[in-house]
Nanobody, 123 residues
Framework: QLVESGGGSVQAEDSLRLSCAASGDTFDLYAVGWFRQAPGKERQFVAAIYWARPTTFYADAMKGRFTISRDNAKNTVYLQMTRLEPADTAVYFC??????????????????WGQGTQVTVSS
């Protein structure tokens, strides 16, 4: 099970840190990804990290503004978002990769999803 938290309504240029708490399932050796979905748009890859090692991956548009990290002791993956823009407004989801030791930017390659947390950025 994955549970996201930390969303909210902020102003442009503000920062937010999202959390993805894992429980009940095996996450060792899997990648955990963050995706987002704006109204009327497809779910979009944001970033991913391996649970067992700090290797990270980002969508090009998020490089330099977003940082993914994990705290294994807390079973939590974070997404630190800075210099937020109105275009970042979306529901943000975390998900576990479908295959061990494999990451992907394709949402079809993730099989356990959280319920999402809303991020709204106003100008």
């Amino acid at each position: 099970q994955l549970v996201e938290s930390g969303g909210g309504s902020v102003q442009a240029e503000d920062s937010l840190r999202l959390s993805c708490a894992a429980s009940g399932d095996t996450f060792d050796l899997y990648a955990v990804g963050w995706f987002r979905q704006a109204p009327g748009k497809e779910r979009q890859f944001v970033a991913a990290i391996y649970w067992a090692r700090p290797t990270t991956f980002y969508a090009d548009a998020m490089k330099g503004r977003f940082t993914i990290s994990r705290d294994n002791a807390k079973n939590t993956v974070y997404l630190q978002m800075t210099r937020l823009e109105p275009a970042d407004t979306a529901v943000y989801f975390c998900a576990r990769g479908r295959q061990r030791s494999t990451w992907s930017d394709d949402r079809e390659e993730y099989d356990i999803w959280g319920q999402g947390t809303q991020v709204t950025v106003s100008s």
